[in-house]
Structure formats: C-alpha cells, structure tokens
C-alpha cells in the first residue's frame, strides 16, 4: 500500500528465535524505504540507543516530506547500553568512545591521567610555597628577636642565678645568700617592685631586674615585724630584717670590701652605677605610731655602717639606701624621729642628723599653698594612685590619655620636680597590655621619675625613653 504524504505503519512481528547472540529486533517499516536510507538504519543499529532514536526521529521528519521511510528500532543489548550510561559509544562501527569529548576510552584515561598529574603537581608547588613561605615567617620572627634582644638589652635568657635557691645546703636556706657576679652587668633602671615580696625571691628578683626601688609592706606583731600582703601570707620566718635589711647588709658588705687596694663604704649594690641609691619603701600596715619606731630601730644595721641616706645642715646626702615610709606612716614622726639617729661619722658635720628616713608625700596635693610643706627635707618619693588621681584612659584608643589627663600628669611632675621629689603613680592599668605598656610610654616621655611596676620583665625589657621605630614595624608583622 502507498499513501502519499503519508506515513503507513504495520504492526511489529516477532522474529523467529535463533541461536545467534544477538537479540531479536522489532522493525517498523514504512511504504517506501530507499536503499540509502537502510545503509544509514544500519550504521544506526552500531551507535548508541539515545543517539540512535534521536538520529531516526530526525531523519522520518525529514522523510515526511517525501513520501514514506522505514524505520527500525533494535533492542540494546546489556552491555552496550551500560556503556552508554557510561557515556561511551560507538561510531562508525568504531570502538567505543565518550560522549563528552569524543575520545576513546583509552585516550580519555590517559588525558584523566595527565590531568590528575598536572593537578597532583600543582598540589605539590601550592605545598611547597606555603612551606617556604611559613618558613621565611618563622626566620623573620627570630630574626626580628634577635634585632629586639640586641637593642633593647634583654639579658639572662637562659641563665638562672635563683634556680637553687633556698635549696639544702647552698648557703641559701635563710634567704640571705648573694651570688657574688649576678649584678655585674646589670643596668640600674628608675622602675620600683611593687609589692616586691611577691616575688619568687624577694630584694633579689628585682635587683637583678635592675630595679631602683622595692617595696615591703610589714606588719607589727609580738614586737617584730613581718612582711606580708596581707594577714594570711605572713610568716614568722619572712620578717623585715630577714627579708630585707639582713640581705641589704651583705650585699653592701661584698661590694665594699676591705683589701688593701680599697677601704670605701660608699659603693651602692649595683657595679655598672656604684653611686645608685636603692629606695627602699616601707608600707605600714598596722597603726603608725606604733610600727613606726620599730622601723627605725630594725635598720640599725644598714645605719651604723652609714649605708642610710640622710638630711643634715638644710642637705640631703645620699647613701646606698634610701628609706622612704608610706601607707600608715606618720609625717609628724618623720619630722621628729622617735628613734634618733646617731651621729654620722660619714657626714662633714659635728652635729646630728635630722633624720635618715623620708616621707612619700601625696603627689597630687602638693599645691604652692600645701599644708605641711612637703620637700627634699623631709620628702623623697611624691605618690599617688593613677586610677584615683588620672582616671581611666581610653582603652579604645590604645590607652592614650586624654588632652585633660595629660595636663594633670604634666601638673603632678611639675610640682614633684619643683619640690626636688621623685614623682611615682602606683596602681597603673596592668592590662590590656598595650594600654598598660602605653601609659608607661607615656609617663616616661613626660618626665616621671619612678615607673612602679609589678611585671619586671616587661618594664626592664625595653627603653621607655623614646619610641622605636623598629617596635612599630614589629608590630606590623
């Protein structure tokens, strides 16, 4: 039958079964088939089945037009059809080949192959450079420790003079044993320990830190006086005497030896600046009146060596050590000592001294029209709590003070200066960090004459006289 224009399909007949193994096809067959238009169904039936029914749907629309095209549709075998779930297929009778990129699969492998390797290599060089890179980082880092260690002097990394201290048999067990070269080189420093009984050998620690000033508070009880930060950490065997005046006495005893090439008593305890005076503050914690005294009376030793600073004929002579009373310390008694001292034999006059201890004057009140009169008779450090006096900085900012802050500051050292005192704030910010070590930046720029700190590594590690360069490149890596 011929129609026309149109297409006549018959209906699928099953093929008879055989024993080849290749499986039975169903064939549709339109009126008219060209010979050309088998030769192509055949080179249908070799590619894949989706390739196969698109090519097929195309070309019997395009044969609608010319009136009539036989087509087939095979059943896929198994394994044929995995291979075009796999993106494989055949063309032109050829070996299987991708979908994708046309390639056959020995040529995809060894492309997926190269390209793996190119991706392994890269891995590798990414690898490599973030070593390298890491690397340089940590060499820049020690190297930029090293340009600190050796411009701002830090000292004693790996040396410990204290690592046996209060050991069996080391001479230490009455906390009074002095190495002789453990301050040979260290650099006298105007900072002050607060509360330098905290530390893990006391007098010693800061010393060897290469601070100017120390600082103990003592308690009076049963006639002695103990050192302590408060009533639960005193000791019967960590007295005033033993802690301090004892060590002090052994110290200065070792640095002015009598041999016939030297008989002085003047050399200070450190050898880089013999002539530095230590402060030595004393904090009273119980009724001055009372404690006071006794304070005098303990430093008998350091006194009748003439090791005490004193004033005497409108003059301040400077000593070794210098005594200074705060907390519950009375000004009426350091006017007038109960407890006398001696005639010096160290001084150019006859006459007896004033005194050989001295007062922590409020550095915050000490106005032109002050009462009493606080000065280098009578005076030596001028104190204040920063917190109390100055407030809190701006932390935000880094720590810097305040334009009215500042001016309070410049108006506290002034006084302290025209007054020839040693201007010192206490209770400073101890953290954040950068705040604390920016007001310490600060004061030192201004001209404050004592830093009181409680970190001594962290005040002793850097010249806080001027601001470093290299400290802001440092703090950009």
Request: net charge neutral; hydrophobic share 35%; with cysteine.
């Amino acid at each position: 039958m011929e129609i026309v224009g149109e297409e006549t399909v018959e209906t699928p007949r099953p093929r008879p079964p055989s024993s080849s193994s290749t499986p039975p096809t169903s064939i549709f067959v339109l009126d008219s088939e060209p010979q050309q238009q088998q030769q192509q169904q055949q080179q249908q039936q070799q590619s894949g089945f989706f390739a196969r029914i698109r090519s097929s749907v195309m070309a019997s629309l395009e044969k609608r037009q010319l009136g009539g095209v036989k087509v087939e549709y095979t059943e896929i075998p198994s394994n044929e059809f995995e291979q075009e779930e796999q993106g494989v297929e055949s063309v032109n009778g050829g070996g299987p080949c991708c979908t994708k990129c046309g390639q056959s699969p020995s040529q995809n492998s060894r492309a997926k192959r190269k390209k793996g390797l190119w991706k392994s290599w890269g891995l590798q060089l990414r690898a490599t450079v973030l070593g390298i890179g890491l690397l340089a980082f940590i060499l820049l880092l020690n190297l930029g420790d090293a340009i600190k260690e050796h411009i701002i002097g830090e000292r004693h990394n790996n040396y410990d003079p204290f690592v046996n201290w209060g050991q069996p048999n080391t001479g230490t067990e009455g906390l009074s044993w002095y190495p002789t070269d453990f301050l040979r080189d260290v650099i006298p420093i105007p900072c002050h320990s607060h509360n330098d009984y905290w530390r893990r050998v006391p007098l010693f620690d800061a010393l060897y830190a290469g601070c100017t000033g120390v600082e103990a508070d003592v308690w009076l009880f049963n006639n002695d006086l103990l050192v302590g930060h408060d009533l639960a950490s005193l000791q019967v065997n960590r007295t005033f005497q033993s802690l301090y005046v004892h060590p002090l006495v052994d110290i200065l005893e070792r640095q002015n030896p009598k041999t016939p090439f030297y008989n002085g008593s003047l050399n200070g305890v450190f050898d880089v600046d013999p002539e530095q005076t230590l402060v030595l503050l004393v904090d009273l914690k119980t009724a001055g009146h009372q404690t006071w005294p006794h304070v005098l009376k303990q430093l008998d030793p350091l006194r009748e060596r003439g090791w005490l600073s004193f004033y005497q004929n409108n003059k301040f002579y400077k000593r070794p050590i210098t005594v200074v009373g705060t907390g519950n310390t009375p000004f009426d008694l350091i006017l007038a000592p109960p407890y006398p001292p001696p005639q010096s034999k160290y001084s150019n006059s006859t006459t007896t001294p004033e005194r050989d201890a001295f007062f922590d004057a409020p550095l915050d009140k000490l106005s032109p029209e002050s009462s009493p009169p606080y000065n280098s008779s009578n005076s030596y450090y001028a104190s204040v709590s920063f917190f109390r006096a100055i407030g809190i900085t701006q932390w935000w900012k880094g720590g810097e003070p305040t334009a009215g802050q500042l001016a309070k500051i410049r108006s506290h050292i002034a006084s302290a200066h025209e007054r020839g005192l040693v201007a010192r704030y206490w209770e400073l910010p101890a953290w954040p960090i950068h705040v604390r070590n920016k007001i310490w930046e600060v004061l030192v720029g201004e001209g404050m004459d004592m830093l009181n700190v409680d970190d001594l590594k962290g005040a002793t590690s850097e010249d806080w006289r001027k601001i470093k360069t290299w400290k802001r490149i440092w703090k950009l890596l």
